[in-house]
């Protein structure tokens, strides 16, 4: 017994060793891009100068680098940081990244782009600052095919062990934060803001994405809040404030071939206030893929006059007519849905919207202490609405609920 003990200690002891010894140590390298040729006058273009301080960070063969942006207005044309780096970086921001106020002055998809990179870490007070306004009027693409594209504000694809920190994001073109194909990655303190009215500024929207964290963050957009498509799981959040904004959406799903089951999804300790949507899944009437979306828990959430603050709604279709009207139901599967604790105020008579499809109907949708109020607007007390949905219910329910 002793000498397993002993066996075992020993073991320990050469681990923690291991561990203390393989993480970088010492203070970083800095790189502040002011030294590395970039102008902060707001109007340079500094975009050579970020990418080649990049590269010089990421090529170092051993300790850590950190590339600074110190305190003044970096205009900055469209930038793609790449990996793979030897070793971690730091990004730390607290000057003002400026985007070019003309949309197509912008010859890329994301306006900042971060691509096949290991234990980044992006932090500081500065601001990623847009200068959406000029580009949200041209903004039309569900009518005009020529439209032009509009460049998302950042991008990570193919990015681990990461995260981003306090930042804040103003005034995004189309999207703020874009996530594709992203593991192990943490987003909190951060800001986001963009009006109410802008066309599809979402906050955060991902897909293809496991393992993703996003906590203590505040989101005001004209879209959603957060998106959530087609291969995401494990994804948590907690402590946000969403508004205004469409709320924390899943999908739209469904619509495409080949999209992936999104699972394992914990919503809690989130405040909507003002926004058109909360607890938000659409999918697309006849889908063209049949996925399944599962394992879902919301926990402690307040609806401060929401128009929908409970959406399920599986006959997506945001311009009508819709081509798939003609087509049929939904081929999306919705089961193991957990709503707990959610109260507040609706801005519509119906609070509660289960509308699931006819081919495949909710399956244990749990409801558990609803509270959620007509906020006056509109006359008599919150209803609620289900179609092809089978579940439970306990404790308070208001509205009264709808489950057979
Ligand atoms: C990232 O961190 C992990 C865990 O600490 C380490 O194994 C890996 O080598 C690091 N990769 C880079 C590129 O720094
Ligand atoms: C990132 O993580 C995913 C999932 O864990 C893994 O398949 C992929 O190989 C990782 N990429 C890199 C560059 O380490
Ligand atoms: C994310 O946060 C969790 C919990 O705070 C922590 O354990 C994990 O190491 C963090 N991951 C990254 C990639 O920062
Ligand atoms: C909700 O939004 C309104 C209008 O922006 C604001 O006045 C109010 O303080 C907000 N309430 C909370 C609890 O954040």
């Avoid at 073109?173 to 109410?196: L, Q, Y």
Wanted: include cysteine; charge should be positive.
């Amino acid at each position: 017994m002793a000498s397993i003990t002993f066996a075992f200690k020993a073991l320990c002891v050469s681990l923690l060793f291991i561990v203390v010894a393989s993480r970088p140590t010492g203070r970083p390298k800095v790189f502040n891009v002011q030294r590395h040729g970039s102008k902060p006058d707001g109007k340079t273009d500094n975009a050579n100068a970020f990418t080649s301080v990049w590269s010089r960070a990421c090529r170092r063969e051993s300790g850590r680098s950190k590339i600074y942006v110190p305190k003044g207005t970096f205009y900055l044309g469209g930038v793609e940081f790449v990996g793979p780096c030897k070793n971690p970086i730091e990004f730390v921001i607290d000057g003002t990244l400026l985007a070019p106020a003309n949309p197509s002055d912008i010859k890329q998809d994301t306006w900042i782009n971060f691509r096949y990179i290991n234990n980044l870490s992006i932090s500081g007070s500065g601001t990623l600052d847009g200068q959406g306004k000029q580009s949200w009027p041209l903004n039309d693409c569900h009518k005009n095919p020529n439209c032009p594209k509009l460049a998302m504000t950042m991008g990570f694809a193919f990015v681990n062990n990461s995260n981003i920190k306090d930042i804040t994001s103003l005034n995004s073109k189309m999207g703020h934060f874009n996530f594709f194909s992203v593991h192990h990655f943490n987003i909190t303190g951060v800001t986001i803001t963009a009006p109410g009215d802008s066309p599809n500024t979402d906050g955060i929207k991902m897909g293809s994405c496991s393992n993703i964290h996003i906590s203590n963050t505040n989101i005001g957009t004209g879209d959603d809040c957060i998106a959530i498509l087609s291969g995401t799981t494990n994804l948590d959040i907690s402590n946000v404030k969403c508004g205004p904004g469409h709320g924390i959406s899943v999908g739209s799903l469904g619509k495409n071939k080949d999209e992936k089951d999104v699972k394992d999804l914990t919503v809690r300790d989130i405040v909507f206030n003002g926004t058109s949507d909360g607890i938000r899944i659409k999918t697309w009437e006849s889908s063209a893929s049949k996925i399944l979306v599962s394992n879902f828990m919301y926990e402690n959430i307040q609806m401060i006059d929401v128009g929908k603050p409970i959406n399920i709604d599986q006959k997506y279709c945001p311009h009508p007519p819709c081509e798939h009207e003609k087509k049929g139901e939904s081929h999306v599967q919705i089961q193991d849905l957990k709503l707990k604790n959610i109260y507040g105020t609706s801005k519509n008579k119906v609070a509660v919207n289960l509308q699931c499809s006819k081919s495949f109907p909710c399956k244990n949708v749990e409801l558990i202490d609803i509270n959620i109020k007509n906020n006056g607007l509109e006359d008599g007390s919150s209803t609620a609405v289900c179609e092809n949905v089978d579940g439970s219910v306990r404790g308070k329910m208001v509205p009264q609920h709808c489950l057979n």
